[in-house]
């Protein structure tokens, strides 16, 4: 017996985990797939075939190269980076679409310019 | 292979195998407390000290071969696949565990609670050594210092994991993940596949994904609603169908990159390769409605 399964709560963890904690792993989960992106892609390819991969570098694929051999550390410090720019978009990103919401027909007199 | 002291990479082994430790520490004191309780009360206290003392001992020898046998090749792909499991079996809930243990029976004797005690932590001790082996990547010192930190939990740290795991269940998760990080690890660093994947360093990024999506699914499985958990399943399925497909290419030499192809013969092979599966998955998602409507015909 695990010395956790002493602990429901641990015993349960999947279910019991707090939403910051999650976002938190699960952002390091993401860090260590891009990771391993990063070692599965050659980058001899991307040097012959030259700047035009920068210049239409959407995919990221240069910033996934740059994660490669990464260590846990490292790792656990891209998903905490992550995971804060996520709950900061969770928060900002609705008061920004607030404000860029038209106002209603109604109220556009009332609208101080 | 000896890594440099204080580096990124010692530090992140260091910190693995700190989770690990915690995450996988069994629990001694409950059964050498269960074995022992029924002894006199002169033979628990020397019950207590020779089963910690035996408790630690082999740990240590087992440490010692798994170092030796992470190094024969084929063991590193077969641990790897083991951590797998275990991480698995880490996040799956399951509600009788503080029911199961190593010892189901007390001891009458001193050397049947020696012995019960020692064969309870090596089967409890198994994953937690093979974690360490795998995360320490043959570095000595590292298992030195997994040891060195695994046996204070063993003996007196069993209330302090207690307390951080209720506090915060997110260090089981985390835990999984990095067990399942050093499972990959292992894979892809097995000698008898690193020529194989020097050919086909894509294949690197399926296994990854193949090897979250199996280890991390009760995890990810407990968020999908009901019409989504086949992914549980089909996810990992398509994985392993495209690493098959890859494997038989190259095994059979096989030209399956669409790009480099020139008769109508590989462009079949590579229309099975990404489009072969969705038969197979169908049948499966039929198969299991079939299953489901029995069942519930069963109870009505």
Not at chain 2, 202 to 223: D, G
Request: net charge positive.
């Amino acid at each position: 017996m695990l010395l956790i399964h002493r602990s429901p709560r641990a015993a349960n963890a999947v279910r019991t985990v707090s939403p910051g904690g999650e976002l938190f792993v699960a952002s390091v989960v993401i860090c260590m797939i891009l990771a391993s992106f990063g070692d599965a892609v050659d980058p001899a390819l991307f040097g012959e075939a030259g700047l035009e991969f920068a210049l239409f570098d959407l995919g990221g694929e240069f910033s996934v190269l740059a994660m490669r051999h990464w260590h846990l550390l490292q790792l656990l410090l891209a998903g905490g980076i992550l995971a804060a720019g996520i709950a900061v978009l969770r928060v900002g990103a609705p008061a920004a679409f607030k404000i860029l919401r038209p106002a209603p027909r109604r109220a556009i007199d009332k609208v101080p310019i | 292979m000896e890594l440099e002291f204080f580096s990124a990479a010692f530090l992140s082994a260091l910190f693995a195998i700190v989770l690990i430790d915690l995450v996988l520490a069994g629990d001694n004191a409950l059964i050498i407390g269960l074995v022992a309780r029924n002894l006199p009360k002169g033979q628990q206290r020397r019950v207590i000290f020779w089963g910690t003392f035996g408790a630690i001992a082999v740990r240590g020898a087992m440490a010692v071969l798994v170092v030796y046998i992470l190094n024969v090749p084929g063991f590193m792909l077969a641990g790897g696949i083991a951590l797998v499991w275990i991480a698995r079996k880490l996040l799956t809930p399951d509600p009788d565990a503080a029911a199961q243990h190593a010892a189901q029976a007390p001891a009458v004797s001193f050397a049947a609670a020696l012995r019960t005690i020692v064969v309870a932590d090596a089967i409890m001790g198994v994953d937690n050594v093979l974690a360490i082996g795998g995360a320490a990547s043959g570095s000595i010192v590292l298992i030195v210092l997994g040891l060195a930190i695994s046996v204070p939990i063993i003996v007196w740290g069993s209330h302090l994991v207690i307390t951080l795991v209720d506090r915060y269940p997110s260090v089981i998760l985390l835990g999984g993940a990095v067990l399942a990080w050093t499972g990959y690890s292992m894979v892809v660093r097995e000698p008898l596949l690193a020529p194989w994947f020097e050919g086909h360093a894509a294949t690197r990024l399926v296994i990854a994904i193949l090897v979250f999506s199996i280890s991390l699914a009760p995890w990810y499985s407990a968020r999908l609603s009901a019409r989504m958990k086949p992914l549980v399943v089909l996810l990992p399925a398509l994985l392993i169908w495209m690493l098959a497909v890859e494997v038989a290419a190259s095994h059979w030499k096989l030209q399956v990159d669409y790009l480099l192809a020139n008769e109508s013969g590989e462009y079949l092979l590579e229309g099975l390769r990404w489009l072969g599966w969705l038969p197979l998955a169908a049948a499966f998602l039929w198969l299991r409605d079939q299953l489901a409507q029995r069942s519930r015909s069963a109870r009505a």
